[in-house]
């Protein structure tokens, strides 16, 4: 396994404007400073769009509000677009030894979103995709609801047990009181700089 950023939202190490926000990535394609320039505690966030920060300004996103509350020196945003909580295992199994954040918040929020790794690299299949092959997959191998959670319960033991082993405390968002969506975002489907405000001060409310 590898700690690349599938199905990705961004290009690696550039600057886009889509809807009036900019997103700025850094060499390894994620929503944060270049990893080899950090230095120092770290603060890292691990999620899906909701996190990455689509349509709302970096500095707006509930991941940055709360790590500029724990005033730790480094910023690690490894939100990517579409993920479910099996790429979020991968990558925190892969990104938490390199960096060693002080510690890390994981929001898994759509557990019908699965991983695929074949030769040309890992490929996203959801239910809420319309596309035939996503339909096919999720009909015939994880069309089960138990099924389902009991995959989201693994790799949350999985996030765990390495978080243990290195010794950094994880908090699960989800576990936290999550405003209300909505879809105020700059691209009209995400939410509002309004929800990230919202979400962090329910978070900064445990520092």
Known sequence: MTGDTPYPFLPKSQTVVRQGIQYSTND????????SEDKGTGTMFIGCSYTLGVGVALEDTWSHRVW????????????????????MSRIFWHWAPILKPESVYVLPLFE??????TDDG???VSTNSDREHDQRSMKEYFHWPLEQRIH??????????????LNIPVTWVDDYSIPPYDSGGADGKHPSSEWHAKLASTLTELI
Do not use: M
Request: hydrophobic share 30%.
């Open 28 to 35: 390894q394609g994620w929503r944060t400073p270049n990893h």
């Open 68 to 87: 500029k509350t724990k005033g730790t020196d480094c910023f690690w945003n490894l939100g990517i677009g579409g993920a479910g909580i099996d790429t």
């Open 112 to 117: 019908p979103r699965r991983e695929f790794a």
């Open 122 to 124: 890992y490929h996203l």
């Open 152 to 165: 989201g319960l693994r790799c949350r033991g999985w996030i765990s047990s390495v978080a243990s082993e």
